[in-house]
């Protein structure tokens, strides 16, 4: 009965390691498919994870729209870019988009420039962002607003500006990259986050998560190490705990801040 039981079991366990191992295989190249020649637009392109998304597209095969304030910085990386080599698929010289999200009037024209690059947008990443570390008291309102423009106001203008275009192709994905904070306030980082790279994810790794997650067209992923993404969890299953932590933690780095 043993020897039946084991002799029918293990065909149908390969079986499934079989199928499992094709539907990934298929899922990669339908993901390959889907990324090179795609019209991609990255915000943040001139440093940390928006730079790094820049590489990770482009050697996808992407046709990539880089935006940044600064104009020199994203052409010295499409020159770069251009430049570097890639055997496996073909790459496209990247095209530069110079404004500032702050910026209402930019932004009108800057959409402009950017639908007129490769004629049409496929994937907006909403990436650039500025940072701020400070307590609620201490932080003016000027900061506030400065965050939300550039954080918030801005990419929703961008958004609004190139969907009418992504209505009429019927196509389109947008994607927008925030911190752990986006998602849970914690001590000390009262209107968003701080710039502590150093001590999050590495900006390469990420990036390929990101082209991962586009290509995988995946709706919400925690991209973060494992304390802040149980944080996360936390605070929606047990927000009484949660909250008694973020209070201990604000206590102790009040104190460690004030020794
Ligand atoms: N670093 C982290 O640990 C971390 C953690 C979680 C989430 N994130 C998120 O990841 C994204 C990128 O973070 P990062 O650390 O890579 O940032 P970063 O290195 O400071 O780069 C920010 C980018 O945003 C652009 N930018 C800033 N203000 C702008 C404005 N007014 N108009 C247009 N572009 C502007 C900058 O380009 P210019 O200077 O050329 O304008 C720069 O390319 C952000 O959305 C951030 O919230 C970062």
Redesign the pocket.
């Known amino acids: 009965m043993d020897f039946i039981t084991s002799t029918a079991i293990l065909p149908l366990l390969f079986g499934c390691v079989g199928i499992f191992s094709l539907l990934k295989l298929l899922q990669r190249v339908r993901m390959k498919a889907y990324l090179r020649n795609a019209v991609v637009v990255i915000?943040?392109?001139?440093?940390?994870?928006?730079?790094e998304c820049a590489r990770v597209f482009y050697t996808a095969g992407a046709r990539l729209v880089l935006?940044?304030?600064?104009r020199e910085?994203?052409e010295e990386l499409t020159k770069e870019l251009a430049a570097s080599l890639t055997t496996k698929v073909q790459t496209h010289k990247p095209y530069a988009v110079?404004?500032?999200?702050?910026d209402p009037g930019a932004i009108v024209a800057a959409t402009a420039e950017i639908l007129q690059c490769f004629g049409s947008v496929d994937v907006l990443i909403n990436?650039?962002?500025?940072?701020y570390r400070g307590t609620i008291v201490d932080t003016t309102m000027d900061v506030d607003k400065k965050v939300m423009e550039?954080?918030y106001f801005?990419p929703v203008a961008l958004t609004k500006a190139l969907l009418p275009s992504m209505i009429k192709r019927r196509q389109g994905h947008i994607v927008a990259?925030?911190?752990?904070q986006?998602k849970i306030s914690i001590p000390f980082r009262s209107a968003?986050?701080d710039?502590?790279?150093a001590?999050?994810?590495n900006?390469v790794e990420v990036a390929r998560d990101v082209l991962d997650a586009v290509g995988k067209k995946k709706k919400d992923v925690i991209l973060?190490e494992l304390l802040p993404s149980l944080a996360i969890y936390l605070r929606t299953l047990a927000p009484g705990l949660f909250f008694s932590l973020m209070a201990s933690r604000a206590r102790k780095q009040r104190k460690s801040k004030n020794s």
């Open positions: 915000t943040g392109a001139t440093s940390g994870l928006g730079r935006c940044g304030r600064n910085a994203l110079a404004f500032d999200l702050a990436n650039a962002g500025i940072s550039t954080n801005g990259i925030s911190s752990v986006g968003f986050m710039k502590t790279t001590q999050g994810r900006p973060a």
